[in-house]
């Protein structure tokens, strides 16, 4: 089953479009095409623990993110913002959820995280809370340990389920893989399913973990991951709107789980 009876595809792209979780969202030209050299760089937080397995050019990448996100094809223009295509958006939550449902029906191992402990971690709390229900075993390995992370020591926290990083007492934002190849060294075996976003998903991909991956217009690195067969979804989006923004999103997908 696809989507609520409730919460029609019309009625979702309606919802995404006026939320801005797709459609004309607020992350900049600028930073998509910037990230596009960051992450062909290799810089720590772009490459979100991805190998490429082959060479990729500027042009090679921005035309996926045409093909699977739906941004601009003009790469001569670096002002403004960008666009999410919606029907993209919700092709990929199509796909998300068919892939959550089956794990879900067959009361798989689950391991979630979120580098975004403000908007999207609004995201990944109820499809924890769903799994749980369905009889899934949610993953909670490391729980507490500190993990160096560019650097930085960072602990590694759960919400209900879901993994985060942060220090003692505050969570942080991070883009970094190595949370996440850390929690999978700690597992005897790997999880049925990863649903992640950043270098969570990333990590869990190149793992070779079937992996369901959130992503902004300009986080290249999981969407080039798709292309490569390493991330088995990734969903177009913006992932740091106001958190009520994504209750929608989140019946959308979990409507799978009969």
């Known amino acids: 089953m696809k989507g609520d009876p409730a919460l029609s595809r019309s009625d979702l792209i309606e919802h995404l479009v006026a939320s801005r979780i797709a459609g004309d969202v607020a992350t ?99 499809i924890a809370r769903r799994l749980v229900e369905a009889g899934c075993e949610v993953l909670t390995p490391a729980d507490g340990d500190w993990v160096e992370v560019i650097g930085e020591r960072r602990r590694i926290r759960y919400l209900e389920g879901v993994a985060t990083v942060g220090t003692g007492g505050d969570l942080l934002h991070t883009h970094s893989p190595e949370p996440m190849q850390h929690l999978l060294a700690e597992l005897p075996a790997p999880p049925d399913l990863v649903v992640a976003d950043h270098g969570w998903a990333g990590a869990a991909g190149q793992a070779g973990a079937p992996t369901v991956g959130f992503a902004d217009t300009n986080d290249p690195a999981l969407f080039v991951g798709a292309e490569k067969g390493k991330v088995a979804v990734a969903v177009p989006l913006d992932d740091n709107v106001l958190p009520a923004a994504y209750g929608p999103v989140a019946t959308y997908l979990l409507s799978a789980i009969g």
């Not at 991805?50 to 050019?57: A, E, I, R, T, V």
């Not at 001569?76 to 913002?81: C, L, V």
């Not at 939550?93 to 609004?122: S, Y």
């Open 28 to 126: 900049s030209r600028r930073s998509n095409l910037a990230n596009i050299d960051k992450m062909l760089a290799r810089e720590p937080e772009y490459w979100f623990g991805l190998d490429l397995d082959q060479p990729w050019s500027f042009d090679d990448v921005l035309k996926v993110l045409v093909t699977r996100v739906g941004i601009d094809a003009d790469a001569t223009r670096s002002t403004g913002a960008d666009r999410i295509d919606p029907e993209l958006c919700v092709d990929a939550l199509d796909a998300a959820a068919e892939l959550i449902g089956r794990v879900a029906g067959n009361r798989g191992r689950v391991l979630l995280a979120t580098g975004h402990p403000t908007g999207i971690l609004a995201l990944h709390l109820p």
